[in-house]
């Protein structure tokens, strides 16, 4: 997997991705702890309201953002977009009231939903040779598992030696440290579409999600992204009550049970290369989604126990199976997008794919956190447990296994289907 490194400006951009990741995890700590500092035990709150606001920015800006941003040269975007994010960090540890953090917030939040789309873009014309880019998708998802598990261990080893402010300042290092990589790599100048007009810009801007209901892979992708956000969001959201409410354990088992998530999820990235090369992405991803509501059983199962010793490793080996399914699901989502789109159009269905799984995982953070508080845990589970299953079943039947690993007939066929014209685009 490691040979892809071998190719100079993936490299860059590789190391780019992940230092920007650990900046990221840096600021995750951080925000916490300042927002105890402005709300006091209001600080659930503010920090769930910083949630929705990144989620409500990734899900309405990004497609607008790419739109816009079709303009500037991909350097300058993500050049600026960390620039952006960069000063923003630098911004957070001076202020002093609660909508200031919502505001800057918004702000990171609206870099990022123009940044991660357009990177994302970048890496399949960088690699253009698919057993390359196969690599680089495991070794992508490989380090937002390894960020997720690394960051809260750095963040606490810093903090033993300075104060919570300073993690801002990493954030900060961090996206510089990306900008800095990205000006040294060779970025492909890519296909942009001209016309400036505000119904153009309109166009662009729905043009991914039109080719999202147009192509069945990408229909199928978007009930995967559906169900996968079932599983996530019970594990993100609930991991803390099944463990210290439900199971009676201690604080240091939280990260224990997500840290399960996370090698579950690992474990299949570092396989995934070898067996998508003998099968296709169909076989892979749907078997991931199917996996997801059989995984369900045994968190049902461990929701509905009132005792036993078994509850504790059955909800561990629960975590890091829906880790190994999302894995399965998320990692080929580059391959199917390459495969299903050309060059000029790439860019607005990576941006689609950004903002609509978003979505999903706006719409599965209530279910798995009101419900659960409203009607209790077990009404919550079984919810998203009916939710991933019906998403499952749908999925299979969007994705014909006669369209497996077709191509498109190129941006003449990408043009008929999103109703832009030669010179709307």
């Not at 991991?239 to 299949?268: C, E, F, K, N, Q």
């Not at 589970?381 to 299979?396: N, R």
């Amino acid at each position: 997997m490691l040979t892809v490194l071998r190719h100079r400006d993936y490299r860059h951009l590789f190391f780019a991705q992940v230092v920007a990741l650990v900046g990221t995890g840096l600021a995750t700590v951080a925000l916490g702890l300042l927002a105890w500092d402005i709300a006091g035990d209001r600080a659930g709150s503010v920090l769930g309201t910083a949630l929705a606001i990144k989620m409500v920015a990734y899900v309405l800006l990004a497609p607008i953002v790419t739109a816009v941003a079709d303009r500037l040269p991909r350097r300058t975007l993500l050049v600026g977009s960390d620039v952006l994010r960069g000063g923003v960090a630098l911004a957070l540890p001076f202020v002093d009231q609660v909508w200031q953090v919502y505001v800057l917030i918004f702000v990171l939040q609206a870099a990022s939903a123009a940044f991660t789309p357009t990177f994302q873009a970048v890496i399949p014309e960088v690699l253009p040779d698919e057993r390359d880019y196969t690599r680089a998708l495991s070794l992508a998802r490989l380090a937002y598992d390894t960020e997720s598990l690394l960051s809260p261990a750095l963040a606490a080893a810093l903090l033993t030696v300075t104060g919570y402010n300073w993690l801002f300042v990493g954030t900060s290092a961090g996206f510089a440290a990306s900008a800095a990589l990205v000006v040294s790599a060779a970025l492909p100048k890519g296909r942009r579409n001209g016309g400036g007009d505000r119904g153009c810009t309109r166009a662009k801007a729905t043009a991914g999600t039109r080719i999202f209901l147009a192509t069945p892979q990408l229909r199928s992708l978007l009930l995967m992204n559906l169900a996968v956000a079932t599983a996530g969001a019970l594990v993100l959201v609930n991991t803390v009550v099944y463990v210290r409410d439900h199971l009676g354990l201690t604080v240091g088992d939280v990260p224990i049970a997500l840290g399960a998530y996370g090698a579950g999820s690992m474990a299949l990235a570092l396989l995934l290369p070898a067996v998508l090369d003998r099968t296709g992405d169909r076989a892979v991803m749907l078997t991931g989604t199917l996996a997801l509501p059989a995984v369900f059983t045994g968190a049902v199962a461990v929701t509905l126990a009132g005792t036993g010793d078994w509850r504790r490793p059955v909800l561990l080996a629960t975590w890091a199976a829906f880790g190994a399914a999302c894995s399965a699901v998320l990692t080929p989502v580059g391959r199917v997008i390459r495969r299903t789109t050309g060059p000029a159009d790439r860019a607005a269905v990576f941006a689609a794919q950004f903002s609509l799984s978003h979505a999903c995982w706006l719409a599965a953070y209530p279910l798995a956190g009101w419900l659960g508080a409203a009607f209790g845990l077990p009404a919550a589970v079984l919810t998203l447990a009916a939710v991933c299953l019906a998403s499952a079943l749908l999925a299979v039947r969007a994705w014909p296994a006669r369209a497996e690993g077709a191509r498109e007939a190129g941006e003449g066929h990408t043009r008929l289907r999103t109703g832009l014209s030669p010179a709307g685009r």
